[in-house]
T-cell receptor
Framework: QKEVEQNSGPLSVPEGAIASLNCTYS??????FFWYRQYSGKSPELIMF????GDKEDGRFTAQLNKASQYVSLLIRDSQPSDSATYLC??????????FGGGTRLMVKP | DTGVSQDPRHKITKRGQNVTFRCDPI?????LYWYRQTLGQGPEFLTY????????KSRLLSDRFSAERPKGSFSTLEIQRTEQGDSAMYLC??????????FGPGTRLTVT
């Protein structure tokens, strides 16, 4: 059974700062990783995915993958109050069913 | 809006009643997934379809739960004899194959 772990937070950062969200996973054979953002009362929204070791950048978001250490991170640069949400890390298994972490709640304070 | 729709968005029912939820995936997506999410937790996988075939069911899916995807288009999830523990957000996601999944808005079920 794959496990995905995240610190539940809340992680509080001031507006304009870099928010760093971390996720560890148990299955060394995992190949792909997804980050979803979920606002309170809403459904998860895909914001990033990464397959290869290293960094992947998309606008203010950077996903970082380190397979040797089995962790994946999401960096949000120039954090805005609108970024305040729960961020979910997800890892697919053989049938592409996603195993989610519990999510990290991010609060960006103006 | 991802293009995945779910109906109803909210359902309040009394314990012991049956409920049915519908999911319409993005039209060209042949895989459809159902997840359940309770407050403060990440979504948990329930079942998935490739076209009309139901390929996997989680052990979370008790005998009271049944899902269908006739003709490989929309899907329904039925819960019979609802219990208070069934109260949750039921999420549907679709994907063209392997890779990223796109979620619908969810159906929030409250069992009183």
């Amino acid at each position: 059974q794959k496990e995905v772990e995240q610190n539940s937070g809340p992680l509080s950062v001031p507006e304009g700062a870099i928010a760093s969200l971390n996720c560890t996973y148990s299955d060394r054979g995992s190949q792909s990783f997804f980050w979803y953002r979920q606002y309170s009362g809403k459904s998860p929204e895909l914001i990033m995915f990464i397959y290869s070791n290293g960094d992947k950048e998309d606008g203010r978001f950077t996903a970082q993958l380190n397979k040797a250490s089995q962790y994946v991170s999401l960096l949000i640069r120039d954090s805005q109050p609108s970024d305040s949400a729960t961020y979910l890390c997800a890892v697919p298994n053989a049938g592409n069913m996603l195993t989610f972490g519990g999510g990290t709640r991010l609060m960006v304070k103006p | 809006d991802t293009g995945v729709s779910q109906d109803p968005r909210h359902k309040i029912t009394k314990r012991g009643q049956n409920v049915t939820f519908r999911c319409d995936p993005i039209s060209e997506h042949n895989r459809l997934y159902w997840y359940r999410q309770t407050l403060g937790q990440g979504p948990e996988f329930l079942t998935y379809f490739q076209n009309e075939a139901q390929l996997e069911k989680s052990r979370l899916l008790s005998d009271r739960f049944s899902a269908e995807r006739p003709k490989g288009s929309f899907s329904t999830l039925e819960i019979q004899r609802t219990e208070q523990g069934d109260s949750a957000m039921y999420l549907c996601a679709s994907t063209p194959g392997v890779g990223e999944q796109y979620f619908g808005p969810g159906t929030r079920l409250t069992v009183t």
